[in-house]
């Protein structure tokens, strides 16, 4: 599912872009008290869903641990562990982002001290051996050109018995089989014209404004595929979640309006996705566990 020609360049050039496109406003003019405010929201958001940076992320004994998350995105989940009394480091191959990041540790002052965001790439961390409490990342190591590297990378860097808290996309899915594979890769045919990276080109715009760069890698793993990239781990926990009815592609938008009416919205998706999340049903929940497009995992560095 990797396209040959992909390069570091082309990665950072798709993030940066949609960082733009979702964020940016967001970002400009956000406020102490609104971040603080948004902070509450998104660890509400996330114990509803039961998302691991609620469930196998432990908030509750965050406080001085060496937390280093890699690919932050616009910061918000790394500013909730921070809230937590969390030493953070934030690693994202776009600078954007990585700013957007380190602003949230700023507005933060205080409540935040010692954290900080740099640019920098997941295959190349520029750390010592062993030394992180808790590696954690949500739906990064997919993106990149070798996950694998990624994985040994984020091994080398936590302390024995250490923790990473990963998420990376699962292929046996609602979303993989159904939304990608066949109504967008065969009837779309996606997968005849788009080549061999056909995944990355169909997933993850989301963006406000209309997509002008095309997202080069995006893998989706089986059970077995994770065991292989944790080798090295001990004590590794799967759990499936994330199911979305409006995602199916075209009849989704219907389904979303609905939704929105049915069930509302939560603000706790602002930080994360530049919007409201629209609040899932209970059977779209219970379907997350059976064919979500989520693992959550946790591994332990042996040690
Ligand atoms: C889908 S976004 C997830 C953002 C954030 N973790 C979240 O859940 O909102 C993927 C993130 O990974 C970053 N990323 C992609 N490849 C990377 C790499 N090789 N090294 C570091 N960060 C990378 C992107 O810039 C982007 O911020």
Redesign the pocket.
């Known amino acids: 599912m990797v396209s040959e020609t992909a390069t570091?360049d082309d990665?950072r050039r798709f993030?940066t872009s949609l960082y733009e496109s979702l964020y940016e406003d967001v970002d400009r003019d956000l406020t102490r008290e609104q971040l603080f405010r948004s902070l509450e929201d998104l660890e509400d958001m996330f114990r509803f869903r039961g998302h691991m940076a609620a469930v196998e992320m432990p908030l509750a004994e965050l406080a001085g641990k060496r937390v280093l998350e890699?690919?932050?995105?616009?910061g918000?989940?790394s500013a909730l562990f921070a809230r937590h009394g969390a030493v953070m480091t934030a690693?994202?191959?776009?600078f954007d982002?990585a700013r957007a990041t380190d602003a949230k540790f700023r507005l933060m002052d205080d409540a935040a001290r010692g954290c900080q965001a740099l640019q920098?790439?997941?295959?190349n961390l520029p750390f010592a051996d062993g030394s992180f409490d808790i590696v954690y990342?949500?739906?990064?190591l997919h993106?990149?050109l070798d996950t694998q590297r990624a994985l040994d990378e984020a091994f080398r860097i936590l302390k024995p018995g250490g923790r990473a808290v990963i998420m990376l996309y699962c292929k046996s899915s609602w979303q993989y089989w159904f939304n990608i594979f066949l109504c967008v890769g065969i009837l779309q045919g996606r997968i005849f014209r788009d080549g061999p990276n056909w995944v990355g080109r169909a997933t993850?715009w989301g963006g406000k404004k209309a997509q002008t760069v095309a997202n080069p890698i995006t893998r989706c793993y089986s059970a077995s595929g994770i065991k292989t990239l944790f080798h090295r781990f001990r004590d590794v926990t799967l759990r499936k979640r994330e199911f979305y009815f409006y995602l199916i592609p075209k009849l989704g938008r219907l389904y979303r309006r609905y939704q929105i009416r049915r069930y509302g919205t939560h603000p706790g998706g602002i930080l994360?996705y530049g919007e409201p999340w629209p609040i899932q049903s209970p059977l779209e929940l219970k379907l997350g566990e059976i064919m979500g497009f989520a693992w959550f995992i946790s591994a332990r560095k042996p040690g």
């Open positions: 570091k990665i993030w890699i690919g932050p995105g616009a918000g989940h690693v994202d191959i776009s982002r920098g790439d997941t295959e990342s949500n739906g990064v993106h990149t993850e994360v």
